[in-house]
C-alpha cells in the first residue's frame, strides 16, 4: 500500500480519533461513527457506536440497606474488619476492593489460586455439594485454611 493512500489517511484518522474517556475502567470511543466501504472507511452520521453512556458500563449495583447478602469481612484473628451487604452473584474479591478491605486476589479473580478463600459457618458449610478434586488440590495450598 502506499504511503499516500486513501485508506491509509483513514486509518490514521481513525486511530488518532480515538480519545480517553474519564472513568473508572479504560475504555475508548469514537467522536463519530466509522462504517466499512469498499473504499475503506468511511466517517459520518447521527448515531455513535455506543448509545450508553461509558460510566455505566460495568458498574456495580449495590442492593437497598437490609435487602442484599451480608458479608462480614474479619482479618486472622477473628476481628471485624467490615460489614458490607452484596448481591447473589456478586464475587467477594470485588465486593472486598470495592469497599476498601485489603484482600489480595493473586489471580485477580479468575478462580486459579487460593489467596482469597473464605472460611462460613459449619451450618452453611453442611449445605454445599462436596468439593471436587481440583478444588481440593487448589485448597491444599492455601495459607490458613479452616475445616469450613
Not at 480517553?20 to 468511511?42: D, F
Not at 485477580?108 to 478444588?135: M, N, Q, R, Y
Request: include cysteine.
Amino acid at each position: 500500500m502506499p504511503r499516500s493512500s486513501p485508506l491509509l489517511h483513514q486509518l490514521r484518522t481513525f486511530a488518532t480519533s480515538l480519545r480517553p474517556i474519564p472513568s473508572k475502567r479504560l475504555h475508548y470511543v469514537l467522536p463519530r461513527p466509522a462504517a466499512v466501504s469498499e473504499m475503506g472507511l468511511r466517517f459520518g452520521g447521527k448515531r455513535g457506536i455506543s448509545s450508553t453512556p461509558p460510566r455505566y458500563h460495568g458498574d456495580l449495583v449495590r442492593p437497598e440497606p437490609g435487602t442484599g447478602i451480608k458479608l462480614i469481612f474479619r482479618d486472622s484473628n477473628g476481628a471485624d474488619i467490615k460489614t458490607v451487604e452484596g448481591n447473589e452473584g456478586d464475587d467477594i474479591l470485588s465486593l472486598a476492593h470495592e469497599y476498601d478491605v485489603d484482600l489480595e486476589g493473586a489471580c485477580e479473580g479468575s478462580v486459579a489460586c487460593s489467596t482469597c478463600h473464605v472460611v462460613i459457618d459449619p451450618a452453611s458449610f453442611d449445605l454445599l455439594p462436596e468439593a471436587d478434586d481440583e478444588e481440593n488440590d487448589m485448597l491444599d495450598l492455601a495459607f490458613g485454611l479452616e475445616d469450613t
